[in-house]
């Protein structure tokens, strides 16, 4: 008989939420999706879930202990830096097995016109002085920075109403969830009358679509590099993952 597996996923993303359905209705996994907070209203979890950060990786390391979980999934956004380092440092303070489910970076293809670089600032700075129209599909966090080059039209697309908007004399908030499609992605861009697209270069599937928009309309994006990820297992396909998990079961 196999024995059950106790699993915490830090999620928060396409990837994890991926994850959550495939686990849902497995008797001999036992998962727990976390989520941050960020989003008033997360898309419903077919697995169970609690919500708010664990006060650092002590608290991580923490929780992992007190709650006997077998393995560590963290699913969350290659750009989500702080809780990957916790989970790092969690991992190694509980001894609970780690892996990161992280989609590949995209990488440029025939046609593309992109800009790679390392910071959001370095974004803004890229973007000129002359006024331009720009979608930014960062998300919420980091707005902040467009707040240095006000002479831009900024069509930002997010979740929920990021407060930095007010920092911004030009712009127009668009609410919306992926995934994209790349028909929406193109009448969009289109409408708007967009000249350049800003983006980080999160990779996976849900968001692309802009990418390939921006191609089909001739407009140049500045891609954010992802942050490096230090000294963990990784698994990019969900397959991968839940052979990691059957390899981390316990013993009967
Ligand atoms: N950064 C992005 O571009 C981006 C994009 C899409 C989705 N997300 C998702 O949004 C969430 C927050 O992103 P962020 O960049 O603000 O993270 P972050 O800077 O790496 O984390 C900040 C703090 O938030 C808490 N936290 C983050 N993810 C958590 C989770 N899944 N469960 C419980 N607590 C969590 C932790 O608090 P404690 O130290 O108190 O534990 C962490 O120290 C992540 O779950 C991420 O997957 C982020």
């Not at 979980?69 to 303070?93: C, G, Y």
Request: charged residues 20%; glycine residues 8%; aromatic residues 6%.
């Amino acid at each position: 008989m196999r024995s059950l597996i106790r699993i915490l996923i830090l999620g928060g993303t396409t990837q994890a939420s991926e994850l959550a359905r495939a686990l849902a209705d497995r008797a001999d996994v036992s998962p727990l999706l976390s989520l941050a907070g960020r989003t008033q209203n997360p898309a419903p979890a077919p697995i169970p879930c609690r919500i708010g950060g664990f006060g650092g990786a002590d608290g991580l390391a923490t929780f992992l202990r007190a709650e006997n979980f077998d393995a560590l999934i963290d699913a969350t956004h290659p750009f989500a830096e702080k809780i990957s380092a916790n989970a790092r440092a969690a991992s190694a303070a509980s001894g609970v097995p780690l892996l990161v489910f992280s989609r590949p970076a995209w990488a440029p293809g025939d046609g593309d016109q992109w800009r790679e670089v390392a910071t959001m600032a370095d974004a803004v700075a890229a973007l000129g002085d002359a006024p331009r129209r720009v979608f930014l599909t960062q998300g919420r966090l980091q707005l902040a920075a467009f707040a240095a080059a006000p002479q831009h039209y900024y069509l930002v697309r997010a979740i929920d109403k990021p407060d930095e908007l007010r920092l911004l004399p030009h712009h127009k908030f668009i609410s919306a969830r992926g995934p994209f499609t790349l028909e929406g992605e193109r009448e969009l861009m289109r409408a708007e009358g967009i000249e350049i697209l800003v983006s980080k270069n999160s990779g996976g599937g849900a968001t692309a679509a802009k990418l390939v928009a921006a191609r089909d309309l001739n407009i140049p994006v500045i891609l954010v590099a992802r942050p490096e990820a230090e000294g963990a297992a990784e698994a990019a396909r969900l397959d991968d993952v839940l052979d990691w998990i059957e390899a981390h079961r316990p013993a009967p």
